[in-house]
């Protein structure tokens, strides 16, 4: 079945560091894939999306290229802030059906 | 521009009671999803629906119910409570398929 598979938290970094945030994914047909944001206590917010190969999704300094022939999605910012700091989550929707496969999370803490 | 709204955001229940952790859109959507997060897991889906009076299962369904009766609601209810269903309660709803799901601020479930 469909799945998405993301590096394994907590990613600490100093203010204005480079992020990278891996995500992989295992899907049969053409999935469209996100990347979510959390802050404490609150809903998951879409932070950008792709929904064909080598689409590239941006946000608020935020990327991610759809990378069908290495099945990633990997999340990055050239330049973080303490603001950053939540946690993030990989998504994929096979299109078919309202369902959709999130990775586990990655818990990003920025420190100034 | 009220969006996804879940009610209660709290709630306490001792084993074997009964409860409707409700949901509502404004927003037409046709598809509803019902997700519950526990650390380290991400989001698994519990329930879905892609439209009124249609409903189906996810990864997680024992111990929970739903009914689409409207576009715009879509209640979960735990039959009897379980401390296996501490967790948090997250409510979304999209467009279609491929598109982005906009989530509530989700429910703070603790079964003692």
């Known amino acids: 079945g469909d799945s998405v598979t993301q590096m394994e938290g907590p990613v600490t970094l100093s203010e204005e560091a480079f992020l990278t945030i891996n995500c992989t994914y295992t899907?049969?047909?053409?999935?469209?894939l996100f990347w979510y944001v959390q802050y404490p206590g609150e809903g998951l917010q879409l932070l950008l999306k792709?929904?064909?190969?080598?689409d590239k999704g941006s946000n608020k300094g935020f990327e991610a290229t759809y990378r069908k022939e290495t099945t990633s999605f990997h999340l990055e910012k050239g330049s973080v802030q303490v603001s950053d700091s939540a946690v993030y989550f990989c998504?994929?929707?096979?299109?078919?059906?309202?369902?959709?496969?999130f990775g586990s999370g990655t818990k990003l803490n920025v420190k100034p | 521009n009220a969006g996804v709204t879940q009610t209660p955001k709290f709630q306490v229940l001792k084993t074997g009671q009964s409860m409707t952790l409700q949901c509502a859109q404004d927003?037409?959507?046709?598809?509803m999803s019902w997700y519950r997060q526990d650390p380290g897991m991400g989001l698994r889906l519990i329930h879905y629906?892609?439209?009124?009076?249609?409903?189906d299962q996810g990864e997680v369904p024992n111990g929970y119910n739903v009914s689409r009766s409207t576009t715009e609601d879509f209640p979960l209810r735990l039959l009897s409570a379980a401390p296996s269903q501490t967790s948090v309660y997250f409510c979304?709803?999209?467009?279609?398929?491929?598109?982005?799901?906009?989530f509530g601020d989700g429910t703070r479930l603790s079964i003692l």
């Open positions: 899907a049969t047909g053409y999935p469209s």
């Open positions: 629906s892609v439209g009124a009076g249609i409903t």
């Open positions: 927003m037409n959507h046709e598809y």
């Open positions: 998504a994929l929707s096979d299109g078919n059906f309202n369902k959709f496969y």
């Open positions: 792709a929904t064909k190969a080598d």
């Open positions: 979304a709803s999209s467009n279609s398929p491929r598109q982005p799901q906009h």
